[in-house]
Each structure stands twice: as C-alpha cells, then as structure tokens.
C-alpha cells in the first residue's frame, strides 16, 4: 500500500511531461505536413549517380 504514494505521483509527473512534450510539438508545427514528407520520397531526380570507385589493384599471390 505504501508504494502507491510513491507510484501515483510518478505517474502524475509523467503524464504531465508527456503532455508538455505533446503542446510543444503541437506548436512547435511537428503536426502541420503530414503528407509531403512521406511523398518527397517518391519524387525523382535529375542528379546522375556517383560514380563508383575503381576496383583495389590485385596483389599477387606471395604467400
């Protein structure tokens, strides 16, 4: 019974950091654009690839 004073308040002080954190992201514009961020990755560009590096020179064998 006693750890009940003692879990209630944790509790209490956790749900009121998770609700500041949740007004924060809220006004901060976390939530604003949910739609773009998830379609940028389908868009192509016209960038080429980097080329690759060339192969290492092959040692020979000197076991």
Not at 29 to 56: H, I, K, N, S, V
């Given at each position: 019974?006693?750890?009940?004073?003692?879990?209630?308040?944790?509790?209490?002080?956790?749900?009121?950091?998770?609700?500041?954190?949740?007004?924060?992201?809220?006004?901060?514009?976390?939530?604003?654009?949910?739609?773009?961020?998830?379609?940028?990755?389908?868009?192509?560009?016209d960038?080429?690839?980097?080329?690759r590096?060339?192969?290492?020179?092959?040692?020979?064998?000197?076991?």
């Amino acid at each position: 019974m006693n750890i009940l004073l003692a879990l209630i308040p944790i509790s209490l002080l956790l749900l009121g950091a998770a609700i500041w954190a949740f007004l924060w992201a809220v006004r901060g514009g976390q939530f604003d654009d949910l739609d773009t961020p998830a379609l940028d990755m389908l868009r192509d560009e016209d960038r080429p690839a980097p080329p690759r590096a060339p192969p290492p020179p092959a040692r020979p064998d000197g076991d």
